[in-house]
Protein backbone atom coordinates (compact mmCIF):
# COMPACT_ATOMS: atom_id res chain seq x y z
CA UNK A 1 0.00 0.00 0.00
CA UNK A 2 1.60 3.49 -1.01
CA UNK A 3 2.12 6.45 1.81
CA UNK A 4 -0.76 8.11 0.50
CA UNK A 5 -3.23 5.08 0.65
CA UNK A 6 -2.42 5.41 4.04
CA UNK A 7 -2.93 8.38 4.99
CA UNK A 8 -6.22 9.04 3.34
CA UNK A 9 -8.48 9.43 6.71
CA UNK A 10 -12.36 7.09 6.39
CA UNK A 11 -14.19 10.54 5.66
CA UNK A 12 -12.15 10.73 2.40
CA UNK A 13 -11.87 7.16 1.63
CA UNK A 14 -15.52 7.02 -0.08
CA UNK A 15 -18.59 9.58 -0.25
CA UNK A 16 -22.09 9.10 -0.55
CA UNK A 17 -25.46 7.92 1.33
CA UNK A 18 -24.79 3.86 0.62
CA UNK A 19 -20.78 4.50 1.34
CA UNK A 20 -22.55 4.83 4.93
CA UNK A 21 -24.78 2.63 5.50
CA UNK A 22 -23.31 -0.14 3.92
CA UNK A 23 -20.08 0.31 5.18
CA UNK A 24 -18.34 -2.48 7.29
CA UNK A 25 -15.63 -0.04 8.68
CA UNK A 26 -15.80 0.19 12.44
CA UNK A 27 -15.47 3.92 12.67
CA UNK A 28 -18.46 4.63 10.20
CA UNK A 29 -20.70 2.30 12.23
CA UNK A 30 -19.72 3.80 15.03
CA UNK A 31 -20.91 7.28 13.26
CA UNK A 32 -24.05 5.57 11.78
CA UNK A 33 -24.43 4.53 15.63
CA UNK A 34 -23.84 7.82 16.89
CA UNK A 35 -26.03 9.80 14.71
CA UNK A 36 -28.96 7.18 15.83
CA UNK A 37 -28.48 7.22 19.42
CA UNK A 38 -28.51 11.59 19.56
CA UNK A 39 -31.50 11.78 17.26
CA UNK A 40 -33.54 8.80 19.26
CA UNK A 41 -31.85 10.33 22.49
CA UNK A 42 -33.38 14.02 21.59
CA UNK A 43 -36.38 12.59 21.41
CA UNK A 44 -36.25 10.89 24.60
CA UNK A 45 -35.66 14.26 26.30
CA UNK A 46 -38.22 15.81 24.40
CA UNK A 47 -40.55 13.43 26.11
CA UNK A 48 -38.90 14.01 29.31
CA UNK A 49 -39.20 17.67 29.22
CA UNK A 50 -43.16 17.43 28.46
CA UNK A 51 -43.83 14.86 31.62
CA UNK A 52 -41.66 17.66 33.79
CA UNK A 53 -43.89 20.20 32.10
CA UNK A 54 -47.06 18.30 33.11
CA UNK A 55 -45.93 17.85 36.62
CA UNK A 56 -45.43 21.78 36.65
CA UNK A 57 -48.57 22.03 38.78
CA UNK A 58 -50.72 19.35 40.61
CA UNK A 59 -53.93 18.55 38.92
CA UNK A 60 -53.90 18.11 34.89
CA UNK A 61 -52.00 20.82 32.96
CA UNK A 62 -52.19 19.47 29.19
CA UNK A 63 -52.10 16.12 29.02
CA UNK A 64 -54.43 13.41 29.74
CA UNK A 65 -53.70 10.46 32.37
CA UNK A 66 -53.53 8.00 30.10
CA UNK A 67 -51.50 10.11 27.32
CA UNK A 68 -48.70 10.65 30.34
CA UNK A 69 -48.42 6.76 30.88
CA UNK A 70 -47.76 6.46 27.27
CA UNK A 71 -45.19 9.62 27.35
CA UNK A 72 -43.13 7.94 30.26
CA UNK A 73 -42.65 4.44 29.26
CA UNK A 74 -42.31 5.65 25.40
CA UNK A 75 -39.30 8.01 27.38
CA UNK A 76 -38.20 4.86 29.38
CA UNK A 77 -37.94 2.18 26.21
CA UNK A 78 -36.40 5.09 24.06
CA UNK A 79 -33.23 6.02 26.58
CA UNK A 80 -32.82 2.40 27.96
CA UNK A 81 -33.15 0.67 24.80
CA UNK A 82 -32.66 3.16 22.41
CA UNK A 83 -30.06 5.19 24.14
CA UNK A 84 -27.56 4.08 26.78
CA UNK A 85 -27.86 0.29 26.50
CA UNK A 86 -26.19 0.78 23.26
CA UNK A 87 -24.62 3.63 23.65
CA UNK A 88 -20.83 3.95 24.62
CA UNK A 89 -20.39 0.27 23.25
CA UNK A 90 -21.77 0.80 20.14
CA UNK A 91 -19.95 4.46 19.15
CA UNK A 92 -16.92 4.44 21.00
CA UNK A 93 -16.38 1.26 21.52
CA UNK A 94 -16.96 0.01 18.09
CA UNK A 95 -14.52 3.61 16.89
CA UNK A 96 -11.83 2.98 19.66
CA UNK A 97 -12.22 -0.49 20.42
CA UNK A 98 -9.96 -1.83 17.47
CA UNK A 99 -8.22 0.88 17.13
CA UNK A 100 -7.29 0.75 20.72
CA UNK A 101 -5.94 -2.54 20.70
CA UNK A 102 -3.88 -1.53 17.71
CA UNK A 103 -5.79 -3.70 14.92
CA UNK A 104 -7.37 -2.30 11.57
CA UNK A 105 -11.33 -3.40 12.45
CA UNK A 106 -13.41 -5.80 14.67
CA UNK A 107 -13.06 -9.29 14.09
CA UNK A 108 -16.85 -9.81 12.38
CA UNK A 109 -16.86 -7.02 10.36
CA UNK A 110 -20.44 -7.79 8.54
CA UNK A 111 -21.82 -8.65 11.34
CA UNK A 112 -21.10 -5.39 12.73
CA UNK A 113 -22.95 -3.76 9.93
CA UNK A 114 -25.63 -6.12 10.76
CA UNK A 115 -26.20 -4.85 13.95
CA UNK A 116 -27.01 -1.29 12.98
CA UNK A 117 -29.66 -2.27 10.95
CA UNK A 118 -31.11 -4.50 13.64
CA UNK A 119 -30.51 -2.17 15.99
CA UNK A 120 -32.18 0.86 13.18
CA UNK A 121 -35.41 -1.62 12.60
CA UNK A 122 -35.79 -2.05 15.90
CA UNK A 123 -35.80 2.09 16.62
CA UNK A 124 -38.22 2.16 13.94
CA UNK A 125 -40.36 -0.41 15.09
CA UNK A 126 -40.35 1.12 19.10
CA UNK A 127 -41.31 4.69 17.30
CA UNK A 128 -43.99 3.24 15.23
CA UNK A 129 -46.20 2.69 18.14
CA UNK A 130 -45.89 6.50 17.84
CA UNK A 131 -48.47 6.53 14.89
CA UNK A 132 -49.68 2.98 14.44
CA UNK A 133 -52.18 1.12 16.36
CA UNK A 134 -53.58 1.88 20.26
CA UNK A 135 -50.89 4.17 20.75
CA UNK A 136 -47.58 3.22 23.11
CA UNK A 137 -47.82 1.03 25.17
CA UNK A 138 -48.54 2.50 28.94
CA UNK A 139 -47.00 -0.46 30.90
CA UNK A 140 -43.46 1.42 32.12
CA UNK A 141 -40.50 0.73 30.18
CA UNK A 142 -40.58 -2.48 32.17
CA UNK A 143 -43.99 -3.78 30.62
CA UNK A 144 -44.92 -5.35 34.21
CA UNK A 145 -47.38 -8.41 34.10
CA UNK A 146 -50.63 -8.59 34.49
CA UNK A 147 -50.88 -5.44 33.22
CA UNK A 148 -48.89 -5.63 29.72
CA UNK A 149 -50.72 -8.69 29.11
CA UNK A 150 -54.32 -6.80 29.25
CA UNK A 151 -53.46 -3.36 28.13
CA UNK A 152 -55.15 -2.11 25.20
CA UNK A 153 -52.58 -0.36 23.80
CA UNK A 154 -49.44 -1.28 21.30
CA UNK A 155 -47.63 -3.53 23.96
CA UNK A 156 -46.90 -5.96 21.10
CA UNK A 157 -44.85 -3.49 18.83
CA UNK A 158 -43.13 -2.27 22.06
CA UNK A 159 -41.83 -5.79 23.07
CA UNK A 160 -40.92 -6.92 20.02
CA UNK A 161 -38.93 -3.74 19.26
CA UNK A 162 -37.03 -4.52 22.63
CA UNK A 163 -36.60 -7.82 21.40
CA UNK A 164 -35.35 -6.86 17.71
CA UNK A 165 -32.96 -4.74 19.37
CA UNK A 166 -31.26 -7.05 21.86
CA UNK A 167 -30.24 -8.86 19.14
CA UNK A 168 -28.28 -6.08 17.91
CA UNK A 169 -26.76 -5.98 21.70
CA UNK A 170 -26.40 -9.42 21.25
CA UNK A 171 -24.48 -9.51 18.18
CA UNK A 172 -22.11 -6.01 19.37
CA UNK A 173 -20.89 -8.16 22.40
CA UNK A 174 -19.71 -11.53 20.84
CA UNK A 175 -18.03 -9.32 18.27
CA UNK A 176 -16.10 -6.98 20.67
CA UNK A 177 -15.15 -10.44 22.90
CA UNK A 178 -13.84 -11.97 19.81
CA UNK A 179 -12.17 -8.74 18.75
CA UNK A 180 -10.52 -8.60 22.17
CA UNK A 181 -9.16 -12.03 22.38
CA UNK A 182 -8.03 -12.52 18.52
CA UNK A 183 -7.04 -9.52 17.43
CA UNK A 184 -4.90 -7.85 20.11
CA UNK A 185 -1.89 -6.07 18.71
CA UNK A 186 0.99 -8.20 19.26
CA UNK A 187 2.71 -7.68 22.62
CA UNK A 188 -0.59 -6.68 24.19
CA UNK A 189 -1.53 -8.82 26.83
CA UNK A 190 -4.68 -8.81 28.67
CA UNK A 191 -2.57 -7.02 31.39
CA UNK A 192 -1.42 -4.75 28.84
CA UNK A 193 -5.07 -3.67 27.31
CA UNK A 194 -6.49 -0.37 28.15
CA UNK A 195 -9.44 -0.42 31.20
CA UNK A 196 -11.92 0.61 28.61
CA UNK A 197 -11.64 -2.71 26.19
CA UNK A 198 -11.56 -4.49 30.05
CA UNK A 199 -14.78 -2.55 30.51
CA UNK A 200 -15.99 -3.52 26.94
CA UNK A 201 -15.18 -7.30 27.48
CA UNK A 202 -16.80 -7.27 30.79
CA UNK A 203 -19.82 -5.51 29.20
CA UNK A 204 -20.11 -8.11 26.51
CA UNK A 205 -20.54 -10.78 28.64
CA UNK A 206 -23.04 -9.49 30.04
CA UNK A 207 -24.56 -8.21 26.84
CA UNK A 208 -23.91 -12.09 24.89
CA UNK A 209 -25.63 -14.13 28.43
CA UNK A 210 -27.80 -12.26 29.84
CA UNK A 211 -29.88 -10.47 26.90
CA UNK A 212 -31.60 -13.51 25.56
CA UNK A 213 -32.88 -14.09 29.00
CA UNK A 214 -35.08 -11.06 28.33
CA UNK A 215 -35.66 -11.81 24.68
CA UNK A 216 -38.00 -15.24 25.45
CA UNK A 217 -39.14 -13.30 28.31
CA UNK A 218 -40.97 -10.36 26.00
CA UNK A 219 -41.98 -12.99 23.42
CA UNK A 220 -43.64 -14.97 26.60
CA UNK A 221 -45.65 -11.58 27.05
CA UNK A 222 -47.07 -11.74 23.09
CA UNK A 223 -47.35 -15.54 23.76
CA UNK A 224 -49.37 -14.74 26.69
CA UNK A 225 -51.27 -11.25 24.99
CA UNK A 226 -52.35 -13.50 21.62
CA UNK A 227 -53.21 -17.11 23.03
CA UNK A 228 -53.28 -16.56 26.58
CA UNK A 229 -51.19 -19.39 27.85
CA UNK A 230 -51.47 -18.20 31.89
CA UNK A 231 -47.55 -17.60 32.19
CA UNK A 232 -47.81 -14.57 34.04
CA UNK A 233 -51.07 -13.79 34.41
CA UNK A 234 -53.18 -15.11 37.97
CA UNK A 235 -56.43 -15.30 36.57
CA UNK A 236 -55.73 -17.98 34.26
CA UNK A 237 -52.91 -19.65 36.40
CA UNK A 238 -49.56 -17.46 35.55
CA UNK A 239 -47.57 -15.72 38.33
CA UNK A 240 -46.73 -12.32 37.59
CA UNK A 241 -43.94 -12.72 40.09
CA UNK A 242 -42.12 -15.20 37.82
CA UNK A 243 -42.35 -12.37 34.66
CA UNK A 244 -40.51 -10.00 37.65
CA UNK A 245 -38.32 -12.35 37.61
CA UNK A 246 -37.43 -13.12 34.21
CA UNK A 247 -37.66 -9.61 33.84
CA UNK A 248 -34.69 -9.05 36.32
CA UNK A 249 -32.35 -11.58 35.81
CA UNK A 250 -31.28 -9.37 32.74
CA UNK A 251 -32.56 -5.90 33.57
CA UNK A 252 -30.79 -5.49 37.02
CA UNK A 253 -27.45 -7.07 34.53
CA UNK A 254 -28.42 -4.62 32.20
CA UNK A 255 -27.76 -1.74 34.23
CA UNK A 256 -24.13 -2.98 34.14
CA UNK A 257 -24.42 -2.65 30.45
CA UNK A 258 -24.80 0.55 31.07
CA UNK A 259 -22.38 1.24 33.73
CA UNK A 260 -19.79 -0.85 32.83
CA UNK A 261 -18.51 0.80 29.47
CA UNK A 262 -18.66 4.53 31.28
CA UNK A 263 -16.45 3.18 33.92
CA UNK A 264 -14.11 2.67 31.57
CA UNK A 265 -14.20 6.19 29.83
CA UNK A 266 -13.45 7.39 33.49
CA UNK A 267 -10.73 5.47 33.55
CA UNK A 268 -9.22 6.19 30.10
CA UNK A 269 -9.79 10.10 30.75
CA UNK A 270 -8.38 10.47 34.01
CA UNK A 271 -4.82 9.52 33.23
CA UNK A 272 -4.31 11.81 30.57
CA UNK A 273 -5.32 15.34 32.19
CA UNK A 274 -3.61 13.93 35.24
CA UNK A 275 -0.49 12.63 32.95
CA UNK A 276 0.05 10.19 35.34
CA UNK A 277 -0.39 5.91 35.23
CA UNK A 278 -3.77 4.98 36.51
CA UNK A 279 -3.82 3.97 40.29
CA UNK A 280 -4.39 0.06 40.55
CA UNK A 281 -4.58 -1.18 36.83
CA UNK A 282 -5.71 -4.76 38.35
CA UNK A 283 -7.59 -3.83 40.63
CA UNK A 284 -9.71 -1.56 38.00
CA UNK A 285 -9.85 -4.37 35.44
CA UNK A 286 -10.94 -7.12 37.63
CA UNK A 287 -13.12 -4.94 39.08
CA UNK A 288 -15.55 -4.64 35.91
CA UNK A 289 -15.70 -8.67 35.91
CA UNK A 290 -16.45 -8.70 39.57
CA UNK A 291 -19.07 -6.52 39.09
CA UNK A 292 -20.61 -8.17 36.26
CA UNK A 293 -20.74 -11.15 37.55
CA UNK A 294 -22.09 -10.62 41.39
CA UNK A 295 -24.29 -8.49 39.17
CA UNK A 296 -25.98 -11.50 37.96
CA UNK A 297 -26.96 -12.20 41.56
CA UNK A 298 -28.89 -8.83 42.54
CA UNK A 299 -31.99 -9.26 40.58
CA UNK A 300 -34.41 -9.70 43.52
CA UNK A 301 -33.70 -6.56 44.95
CA UNK A 302 -36.22 -4.81 42.55
CA UNK A 303 -38.94 -7.03 43.50
CA UNK A 304 -38.86 -6.47 47.89
CA UNK A 305 -42.62 -5.50 47.89
CA UNK A 306 -43.50 -7.64 45.28
CA UNK A 307 -44.91 -10.16 47.35
CA UNK A 308 -41.40 -11.83 47.18
CA UNK A 309 -40.97 -14.59 49.91
CA UNK A 310 -39.06 -13.29 52.89
CA UNK A 311 -35.30 -15.66 52.66
CA UNK A 312 -35.09 -14.20 49.04
CA UNK A 313 -35.44 -10.97 50.03
CA UNK A 314 -32.80 -11.46 52.80
CA UNK A 315 -30.47 -13.13 50.32
CA UNK A 316 -30.61 -10.62 47.82
CA UNK A 317 -30.50 -7.77 50.00
CA UNK A 318 -27.09 -9.04 51.13
CA UNK A 319 -25.96 -10.01 47.78
CA UNK A 320 -26.66 -6.27 46.83
CA UNK A 321 -24.68 -4.91 49.16
CA UNK A 322 -21.44 -6.79 47.55
CA UNK A 323 -21.80 -4.86 44.28
CA UNK A 324 -20.72 -1.85 46.16
CA UNK A 325 -17.48 -3.48 46.95
CA UNK A 326 -15.94 -3.60 43.54
CA UNK A 327 -17.46 -0.12 42.83
CA UNK A 328 -15.85 1.40 45.60
CA UNK A 329 -12.83 -0.05 44.93
CA UNK A 330 -12.83 1.41 41.52
CA UNK A 331 -14.17 5.10 42.42
CA UNK A 332 -11.51 4.59 45.49
CA UNK A 333 -8.84 4.13 42.42
CA UNK A 334 -10.04 7.01 40.32
CA UNK A 335 -10.02 9.51 43.52
CA UNK A 336 -6.40 8.17 44.11
CA UNK A 337 -5.31 8.58 40.43
CA UNK A 338 -5.97 12.22 40.57
CA UNK A 339 -4.15 12.76 43.99
CA UNK A 340 -0.60 14.61 43.02
CA UNK A 341 -1.46 14.22 39.23
CA UNK A 342 -1.02 16.79 37.15
CA UNK A 343 -4.33 18.06 36.50
CA UNK A 344 -5.10 19.62 33.40
CA UNK A 345 -8.78 20.82 33.90
CA UNK A 346 -10.18 20.50 30.11
CA UNK A 347 -13.77 19.78 29.48
CA UNK A 348 -13.71 15.77 29.43
CA UNK A 349 -11.80 16.06 32.71
CA UNK A 350 -14.89 17.95 34.47
CA UNK A 351 -17.28 15.59 32.78
CA UNK A 352 -15.38 12.75 34.80
CA UNK A 353 -15.46 15.11 37.71
CA UNK A 354 -18.92 15.43 37.24
CA UNK A 355 -19.55 10.97 36.66
CA UNK A 356 -17.72 10.73 39.86
CA UNK A 357 -19.52 12.91 42.31
CA UNK A 358 -23.48 12.29 40.62
CA UNK A 359 -22.17 8.22 40.34
CA UNK A 360 -21.74 8.45 44.21
CA UNK A 361 -24.91 9.95 45.08
CA UNK A 362 -26.26 7.53 42.53
CA UNK A 363 -24.34 4.64 44.58
CA UNK A 364 -24.82 5.42 47.44
CA UNK A 365 -28.78 6.15 47.30
CA UNK A 366 -28.38 2.60 46.09
CA UNK A 367 -27.40 1.46 49.39
CA UNK A 368 -30.85 2.81 50.58
CA UNK A 369 -32.94 0.74 48.05
CA UNK A 370 -30.91 -2.01 48.47
CA UNK A 371 -31.44 -2.33 52.25
CA UNK A 372 -34.46 -4.59 52.57
CA UNK A 373 -35.60 -2.06 55.24
CA UNK A 374 -35.59 1.49 54.08
CA UNK A 375 -36.47 0.04 50.94
CA UNK A 376 -39.94 -0.88 52.19
CA UNK A 377 -40.60 2.78 52.58
CA UNK A 378 -38.98 4.09 49.57
CA UNK A 379 -39.84 1.39 46.72
CA UNK A 380 -42.18 2.78 43.78
CA UNK A 381 -41.78 6.67 45.25
CA UNK A 382 -39.66 9.53 43.49
CA UNK A 383 -36.78 8.38 45.64
CA UNK A 384 -36.01 5.61 43.24
CA UNK A 385 -36.43 7.41 39.77
CA UNK A 386 -33.76 10.19 41.28
CA UNK A 387 -31.41 7.54 42.14
CA UNK A 388 -31.55 5.86 38.42
CA UNK A 389 -31.10 9.20 36.65
CA UNK A 390 -28.26 9.41 38.95
CA UNK A 391 -26.66 6.39 38.02
CA UNK A 392 -27.99 6.43 34.51
CA UNK A 393 -27.78 9.71 32.94
CA UNK A 394 -25.66 11.73 35.89
CA UNK A 395 -23.36 8.54 35.50
CA UNK A 396 -23.36 6.81 32.30
CA UNK A 397 -24.90 9.78 30.18
CA UNK A 398 -22.40 12.35 31.46
CA UNK A 399 -19.19 9.75 30.69
CA UNK A 400 -20.80 9.02 27.43
CA UNK A 401 -20.72 13.03 26.85
CA UNK A 402 -17.40 13.07 28.19
CA UNK A 403 -15.93 10.41 25.81
CA UNK A 404 -17.74 13.10 22.81
CA UNK A 405 -15.73 15.65 24.04
CA UNK A 406 -12.49 13.64 24.76
CA UNK A 407 -12.50 12.10 21.66
CA UNK A 408 -14.01 14.60 19.71
CA UNK A 409 -10.30 16.17 18.30
CA UNK A 410 -9.77 12.30 17.31
CA UNK A 411 -12.89 11.36 15.31
CA UNK A 412 -13.14 14.54 13.48
CA UNK A 413 -9.86 16.04 13.56
CA UNK A 414 -11.24 19.37 14.61
CA UNK A 415 -11.87 20.93 17.89
CA UNK A 416 -14.53 22.67 19.97
CA UNK A 417 -14.59 25.85 21.84
CA UNK A 418 -13.31 25.17 25.03
CA UNK A 419 -14.31 28.37 27.18
CA UNK A 420 -18.14 26.98 25.27
CA UNK A 421 -17.91 23.61 26.81
CA UNK A 422 -16.98 24.49 29.94
CA UNK A 423 -19.93 27.17 30.11
CA UNK A 424 -22.02 24.33 28.85
CA UNK A 425 -21.25 21.70 31.46
CA UNK A 426 -21.54 24.04 33.85
CA UNK A 427 -24.89 25.00 33.04
CA UNK A 428 -25.59 21.46 32.42
CA UNK A 429 -24.37 19.74 35.51
CA UNK A 430 -26.45 22.79 37.82
CA UNK A 431 -29.36 21.88 35.64
CA UNK A 432 -28.74 17.93 36.07
CA UNK A 433 -28.76 18.55 40.15
CA UNK A 434 -31.59 20.49 39.82
CA UNK A 435 -34.02 18.37 37.69
CA UNK A 436 -32.65 14.97 39.92
CA UNK A 437 -32.29 16.39 43.53
CA UNK A 438 -35.35 17.44 44.35
CA UNK A 439 -36.89 13.89 42.88
CA UNK A 440 -35.02 12.19 45.89
CA UNK A 441 -36.65 14.86 48.41
CA UNK A 442 -40.15 14.08 47.08
CA UNK A 443 -39.65 10.19 47.41
CA UNK A 444 -38.44 10.59 50.68
CA UNK A 445 -41.28 12.69 51.60
CA UNK A 446 -43.60 9.90 50.21
CA UNK A 447 -44.57 10.57 46.36
CA UNK A 448 -45.18 7.75 44.16
CA UNK A 449 -43.26 7.30 40.90
CA UNK A 450 -45.36 7.07 37.36
CA UNK A 451 -48.18 9.09 39.51
CA UNK A 452 -49.67 11.82 36.82
CA UNK A 453 -51.14 13.97 39.43
CA UNK A 454 -49.80 14.68 42.82
CA UNK A 455 -50.50 15.89 46.23
CA UNK A 456 -50.04 20.00 47.24
CA UNK A 457 -47.15 18.88 49.71
CA UNK A 458 -44.97 18.18 46.90
CA UNK A 459 -45.05 21.29 44.55
CA UNK A 460 -42.70 22.60 45.61
CA UNK A 461 -40.01 19.62 44.75
CA UNK A 462 -41.78 19.37 41.25
CA UNK A 463 -41.39 22.64 40.62
CA UNK A 464 -37.58 23.17 41.12
CA UNK A 465 -37.45 19.60 39.21
CA UNK A 466 -39.47 20.93 36.09
CA UNK A 467 -36.69 24.65 36.25
CA UNK A 468 -34.04 22.01 36.30
CA UNK A 469 -35.15 20.23 33.60
CA UNK A 470 -35.15 23.58 31.35
CA UNK A 471 -31.61 24.71 32.41
CA UNK A 472 -30.17 21.19 32.10
CA UNK A 473 -32.01 21.56 28.25
CA UNK A 474 -30.25 24.68 28.12
CA UNK A 475 -26.74 23.46 28.72
CA UNK A 476 -27.50 20.03 26.53
CA UNK A 477 -28.32 23.00 23.56
CA UNK A 478 -25.26 24.57 24.20
CA UNK A 479 -23.05 21.54 24.39
CA UNK A 480 -24.53 20.31 21.27
CA UNK A 481 -24.02 23.44 19.32
CA UNK A 482 -20.65 24.29 20.34
CA UNK A 483 -19.51 20.59 19.02
CA UNK A 484 -21.55 21.18 16.01
CA UNK A 485 -19.94 24.65 15.13
CA UNK A 486 -16.79 22.97 16.01
CA UNK A 487 -17.22 20.75 13.07
CA UNK A 488 -18.85 23.95 10.51
CA UNK A 489 -15.79 26.15 11.53
CA UNK A 490 -13.34 26.47 8.63
CA UNK A 491 -9.70 27.02 8.31
CA UNK A 492 -9.20 25.32 11.88
CA UNK A 493 -5.66 24.60 12.33
CA UNK A 494 -5.00 20.76 12.35
CA UNK A 495 -5.02 19.54 16.09
CA UNK A 496 -2.24 16.85 15.22
CA UNK A 497 -2.26 13.12 16.42
CA UNK A 498 -2.38 13.74 20.63
CA UNK A 499 -4.25 17.26 21.35
CA UNK A 500 -4.50 15.98 25.21
CA UNK A 501 -1.39 14.14 25.81
CA UNK A 502 -2.84 10.86 25.95
CA UNK A 503 -0.87 7.43 25.24
CA UNK A 504 -2.97 4.61 24.49
CA UNK A 505 -2.39 3.96 20.51
CA UNK A 506 -6.07 6.01 19.31
CA UNK A 507 -3.34 8.74 20.24
CA UNK A 508 -0.41 7.78 18.14
CA UNK A 509 -2.41 7.56 14.78
CA UNK A 510 -3.70 10.60 12.43
CA UNK A 511 -6.67 12.95 13.04
CA UNK A 512 -8.98 11.61 11.88
CA UNK A 513 -7.58 7.99 11.42
CA UNK A 514 -7.04 6.55 8.34
CA UNK A 515 -9.06 3.82 6.37
CA UNK A 516 -6.67 0.89 8.10
CA UNK A 517 -6.67 3.10 11.16
CA UNK A 518 -2.86 3.36 11.49
CA UNK A 519 -0.28 4.88 9.16
CA UNK A 520 2.69 3.49 10.85
CA UNK A 521 3.15 1.02 13.17
CA UNK A 522 1.70 2.08 17.00
CA UNK A 523 4.16 1.93 19.86
CA UNK A 524 3.08 0.15 23.07
CA UNK A 525 4.31 2.08 26.01
CA UNK A 526 6.55 -0.47 27.94
CA UNK A 527 5.16 -1.17 31.11
CA UNK A 528 1.27 -1.14 30.26
CA UNK A 529 -1.08 1.22 28.46
CA UNK A 530 -0.54 4.20 31.43
CA UNK A 531 3.19 4.31 31.75
CA UNK A 532 3.70 7.91 31.36
CA UNK A 533 7.37 7.70 32.60
CA UNK A 534 8.18 5.46 29.44
CA UNK A 535 5.54 8.08 27.11
CA UNK A 536 6.23 6.99 23.91
CA UNK A 537 7.22 9.94 21.95
CA UNK A 538 4.47 10.85 18.84
CA UNK A 539 6.17 12.37 15.77
CA UNK A 540 3.56 14.61 13.74
CA UNK A 541 4.37 14.12 9.98
CA UNK B 1 -8.31 -43.30 12.31
CA UNK B 2 -6.83 -41.20 15.47
CA UNK B 3 -6.84 -37.71 15.90
CA UNK B 4 -4.41 -35.48 13.61
CA UNK B 5 -3.32 -31.95 13.85
CA UNK B 6 -3.27 -29.71 11.00
CA UNK B 7 -2.02 -26.01 10.55
CA UNK B 8 -3.95 -23.00 9.57
CA UNK B 9 -0.95 -20.25 9.19
CA UNK B 10 -4.14 -18.24 7.76
CA UNK B 11 -5.62 -17.94 11.20
CA UNK B 12 -3.30 -16.71 13.62
CA UNK B 13 -0.95 -20.29 14.02
CA UNK B 14 -3.67 -21.75 15.26
CA UNK B 15 -3.87 -26.15 15.54
CA UNK B 16 -7.06 -27.65 14.38
CA UNK B 17 -7.56 -31.34 14.93
CA UNK B 18 -9.42 -33.59 12.44
CA UNK B 19 -11.58 -36.07 14.40
CA UNK B 20 -12.11 -39.78 13.22
CA UNK B 21 -15.10 -40.53 12.12
CA UNK B 22 -15.67 -43.11 14.99
CA UNK B 23 -15.85 -40.31 17.32
CA UNK B 24 -18.98 -38.81 15.04
CA UNK B 25 -20.47 -41.72 15.05
CA UNK B 26 -20.41 -42.85 18.68
CA UNK B 27 -21.33 -39.38 19.81
CA UNK B 28 -24.48 -39.40 17.53
CA UNK B 29 -25.30 -42.54 18.83
CA UNK B 30 -24.93 -41.47 22.02
CA UNK B 31 -27.06 -38.76 21.92
CA UNK B 32 -30.14 -40.81 20.01
CA UNK B 33 -29.83 -43.24 22.69
CA UNK B 34 -30.72 -40.40 24.77
CA UNK B 35 -33.14 -38.71 22.66
CA UNK B 36 -34.86 -42.23 23.37
CA UNK B 37 -34.38 -42.10 26.87
CA UNK B 38 -35.95 -38.80 27.08
CA UNK B 39 -38.95 -40.25 25.08
CA UNK B 40 -39.10 -43.47 26.61
CA UNK B 41 -39.16 -41.12 30.62
CA UNK B 42 -42.20 -39.05 29.38
CA UNK B 43 -44.12 -41.87 27.73
CA UNK B 44 -43.66 -45.12 30.57
CA UNK B 45 -42.92 -42.77 33.44
CA UNK B 46 -45.74 -40.88 33.96
CA UNK B 47 -46.21 -42.02 37.98
CA UNK B 48 -42.18 -40.37 38.03
CA UNK B 49 -44.15 -36.59 38.30
CA UNK B 50 -41.84 -34.16 39.17
CA UNK B 51 -38.92 -36.26 38.72
CA UNK B 52 -39.73 -37.09 34.80
CA UNK B 53 -39.11 -33.25 34.29
CA UNK B 54 -35.84 -33.30 35.90
CA UNK B 55 -34.81 -36.41 34.35
CA UNK B 56 -35.53 -34.74 31.36
CA UNK B 57 -33.97 -31.77 32.34
CA UNK B 58 -31.18 -33.66 33.51
CA UNK B 59 -30.58 -35.71 29.73
CA UNK B 60 -31.08 -32.56 27.75
CA UNK B 61 -28.27 -31.17 29.86
CA UNK B 62 -26.07 -33.95 29.34
CA UNK B 63 -27.03 -34.02 26.00
CA UNK B 64 -26.04 -30.19 25.22
CA UNK B 65 -23.08 -31.17 26.95
CA UNK B 66 -22.25 -33.93 24.75
CA UNK B 67 -22.39 -31.85 21.04
CA UNK B 68 -20.53 -28.96 22.98
CA UNK B 69 -17.48 -31.47 23.93
CA UNK B 70 -17.21 -33.50 20.70
CA UNK B 71 -19.34 -31.74 18.00
CA UNK B 72 -18.39 -28.11 19.03
CA UNK B 73 -14.72 -28.96 19.63
CA UNK B 74 -14.51 -28.02 23.09
CA UNK B 75 -12.45 -31.63 23.53
CA UNK B 76 -10.15 -29.88 21.83
CA UNK B 77 -9.95 -25.91 22.64
CA UNK B 78 -7.97 -24.13 25.29
CA UNK B 79 -9.11 -24.86 28.68
CA UNK B 80 -10.43 -21.20 28.99
CA UNK B 81 -13.45 -22.35 27.33
CA UNK B 82 -14.46 -24.86 29.34
CA UNK B 83 -14.36 -22.56 32.26
CA UNK B 84 -16.64 -20.38 30.33
CA UNK B 85 -18.84 -22.55 29.92
CA UNK B 86 -18.55 -23.58 33.35
CA UNK B 87 -19.05 -20.24 34.24
CA UNK B 88 -22.32 -20.20 32.20
CA UNK B 89 -23.74 -23.13 33.44
CA UNK B 90 -22.89 -21.72 36.92
CA UNK B 91 -24.94 -18.79 35.93
CA UNK B 92 -27.76 -20.45 34.91
CA UNK B 93 -28.34 -23.49 37.71
CA UNK B 94 -28.35 -19.94 40.24
CA UNK B 95 -30.79 -18.78 38.27
CA UNK B 96 -33.01 -21.67 39.07
CA UNK B 97 -31.73 -22.27 42.38
CA UNK B 98 -32.52 -18.32 43.66
CA UNK B 99 -36.19 -18.18 41.76
CA UNK B 100 -36.98 -21.48 43.16
CA UNK B 101 -35.95 -20.17 46.85
CA UNK B 102 -37.74 -17.54 46.63
CA UNK B 103 -40.88 -19.93 45.09
CA UNK B 104 -40.70 -22.58 47.65
CA UNK B 105 -40.72 -20.08 50.57
CA UNK B 106 -43.57 -17.74 49.59
Known sequence: ?541 | MNTIKQNHNDQGHEEHPIVSYREHLSTLVALLLLTVMTVAISVFGSNLRTLSVATALLIASVKALVVAYYFMHLKYDKKLYTWLLLIVGVLFVSFLILTSIEFLNR
Not at chain 1, 144 to 168: E, I
Request: net charge positive.
Open chain 1, 1 to 541: MTSTALNVNFFQAKKGLFSWIFSVDHKRIGLLYLYSLLTFFLVGVTLGVLMRLELLNPGKDFLEAKTYNQIFTLHGVIMIFLFIIPSIPAVFGNFFLPIMLGTDDVSFPRLNLLSWWIYIIGAIMALSTLIWGDGPADTGWTFYAPYSVKTGTNVTMSVLAAFVLGFSSILTGLNFIVTIHRLRTPGMTFMKMPLFAWALYATSWIQLLATPIIGITLLMIVAERFFGIGLFDPSIGGDPILYQHLFWIYSHPAVYIMALPAFGIVSEILPTFTQRTIFGYKAIAFSSLAIAFVGYFVWGHHMFTAGMSGPARIIFSVMTFLVAIPTAIKVFNWVATLYKGSIDLQPPLLYMLGFIFQFMVGGLSGLVLGALATDIYLHDTYFVVGHFHYVMFGGTGFAFFGALHYWYPKIWGKMYNIKIANIAFAIFFVGFNMLYFPMMIAGLMGMPRRYYDYLPEFHLPNMISTFGSWVLVTGLLLMLGNLIAGLRKKNQPKVGRDPWGGITLEWQTLSPPPVQNFDRMPVLPKDGPYDYEHKPVIKED
